[in-house]
């Protein structure tokens, strides 16, 4: 159980921010990036509540399809800089790292503490 809400939070505090990076980067790439980031953190969300179906087809559709479609139409009408810009803030590549490092930790331990009997009590339903 402990895992479960270990990996959620990590899950919660990695969505937010990339949802934030969504509306703080100021390149359209960078945001839709950051949009397609948000979706596959959602599909984790969807595989932590037991619905597969849901995260399979939020993975395939929202960040494959649809997302490769916007990311196509943003580069079409975005002018190329011809000069590569300097980057201005170092310090999230640095966050982000950490930040991956600490979200794979997390889902590695959730994925192999093998506690998958709590998710298929909790989605069972009826009367």
Do not use: C
């Not at 159980?1 to 390149?27: D, E, P, R, Y």
């Not at 980057?87 to 889902?107: E, H, K, M, N």
């Amino acid at each position: 159980m402990i895992a479960v809400q270990i990996s959620f939070f990590v899950l919660a505090v990695a969505a937010t921010a990339s949802s934030i990076g969504v509306i703080a980067f100021k390149n359209p790439v960078h945001s839709a990036l950051s949009l397609i980031l948000t979706l596959l953190f959602l599909a984790m969300f969807y595989l932590q509540l037991g619905a597969m179906f849901i995260a399979v087809v939020q993975i395939l559709i929202y960040a494959g399809a649809i997302m490769v479609l916007f990311l196509f139409v943003v580069t079409m009408l975005v002018p190329g800089d011809t000069q590569e810009s300097k980057d201005r803030i170092a310090w999230q590549r640095i966050l982000g790292i950490i930040l991956g490092v600490v979200l794979v930790g997390a889902l590695s331990f959730l994925l192999f503490s093998g506690n998958t009997q709590s998710i298929g009590i909790h989605a069972q339903g009826g009367s």
